[in-house]
């Protein structure tokens, strides 16, 4: 369910920590066929949610008419379930020895079997404010908070003991020739996702439809709203930087037409102690829109630390017809580390694969999308305690969106169901997303 006051000032979609599985003293505990979606069970927590919705949309009503503030709240509720794999073992001499792990002169073989199955509930709310009208022309202070609990018995979903996150927080001044920030802000580029306790300077040259930025400060972890050494990461142990690090870059974008733009940015980490490097990237990207109907994109990027390209990607997109879209787009992806983790070590290797889409507005208020995409992985060297079926990944799925006006608001109606099949497990995956705007804008 999402409240809207002002789309505009919505920031980006924001990551989780990577999950950390859930391990039992008596057992090695893998999750594995995960299904997310809407939980029957959870309708305690959308109701509590609509109510704290519609309590701060009837709060913000009257003061968005005189432009002085806008706020946005965002709620989201998931159904989790995850089938434990339990370690299990059999006499060597047993047939079902030739389907598990065997060493040579021992009694028992080792393999894997499925255990109980878990369930969690995490919810998230998200409440970001825009405040303006200081008497100074462009100023203006935002703020974006989350909420975070788990309503299920077994909350193995990452990060749900943390209940409060300021995602971002600065005062901004904004005129036509330049912009500055100082507070906790980010930055979304083809790097990825980076957070940091800083500021930022965009200096904008109009004749020649240049923008160049400069930003810095105290980096946060990636995708997580927190500092590297703080509490947050402990259960890393003795891989924990015991110093926060120093992140800081530099961006230009150029449009050399109203229908192209080409982007490069620098980008580089340093622990305080000034030690060595953690990261030190650059990436390049751009686009082209020959015709209303037509697109071209491309970007990639390159890890100056350790000499390695990272992701890539072309895309071409196309209307076939006034109600047939079509999009084809290639893909590399490389995963990228701090030089002050133990993950680099491991020589992380890339992927490459393709996905074709095809969308389909059947009406101004309806439109379907379907897609297929297909990865392959380069060798890893790396043993397994499972048979490789395959070192290819199929993914399929659709979308249906509708934005239909009932009981004097907008709705914005969006569901999804996709199915994964690659190395070891397949998987099948559902979500459901309902907006409303009960104001005009």
Known sequence: MELAFDSSTWPPARLFAPTIYPYREETLSILSQTRVGI??????????FFGVAVVFSGWGAAPLEAQQWRARISSRVQLVEGQVQLLDSVLATSPDA???TCQTSQEYCFFYRSGAKLTSYPALLD??????GFGVEGLRFYVSTRLRTDFG?????PRVEDNFDLLAGYLEWNKPWFRLRAGRDYQVSGLGFYGYD????IFRYRPWNVAIEAYGGWGLARGVPEPVNGDAFNSLGVFQPTERNYLFGFRGDWRPSRNSSIEAIYQREIPTDRSGVSTERVAFEASWNPTRAASLAGHVDYNLAVGEWGKAGVSIGAWAHRMLFLQGKYIRYRPTFSL???????SPVAYNGWNVSVGLPVRNDLDFNLWVERRKYEETGASTSI???TDRDWRVGGRVGWRPQAFGVLWDIDGGYWI?????AALHSGDLRIGLRPHEQ
């Open 127 to 132: 409440v970001d404010l825009n405040v303006f």
């Open 420 to 424: 994964n099949s690659g190395f070891g």
């Open 153 to 157: 018995n077994d909350k193995f979903w």
């Open 39 to 48: 939980g029957l069970r959870g309708w305690r927590v959308g109701c509590a």
């Open 387 to 389: 048979l490789p079926t």
């Open 340 to 346: 002050f983790t133990i993950w680099e070590a491991f």
């Open 198 to 201: 800083g500021g930022s300077a």
């Open 98 to 100: 030739q389907f598990a």
